[in-house]
Nanobody
């Protein structure tokens, strides 16, 4: 059974930092590109960051560029999202996604991030 479990969310003040983790089980993470998405209340889910199977060439949405960093550890079957200089508009549920083609993709259940003073 494949599972992706996100952790690390919580409440942080504007300007603060959080590190999200996504731990995979039941699959070989190195076979999958990994994405982080987020969904704010009343809005569509959007891509935040993506990383290739090998961990190179990460891409970022413009609204998180230079603040967020995606990384992966294939040996540990984990993917992380380091988030710095958080803003209230970063408040959302953050999801990780494993992708190996359109028919071979998995989602985690999400972790809530709240940025508020």
């Amino acid at each position: 059974q494949v599972q992706l479990v996100e952790s690390g969310g919580g409440l942080v003040q504007p300007g603060g930092s959080l590190r999200l983790s996504c731990t995979a089980s039941g699959l070989t993470l190195s076979r999958y590109a990994m994405n982080w998405h987020r969904q704010a209340p009343g809005k569509k889910r959007v891509l935040v960051a993506a990383i290739t199977r090998a961990g190179d060439n990460p891409i970022y949405a413009d609204f998180v560029k230079d603040r967020f960093t995606i990384s992966r550890d294939n040996a540990e079957n984990t993917v992380a999202l380091e988030m710095n200089n958080l803003k209230p508009e970063d408040t959302a549920v953050y999801f990780c996604q494993a992708v190996n083609g359109a028919l071979d993709t998995y989602w985690g259940q999400g972790t809530q991030v709240n940025v508020s003073s």
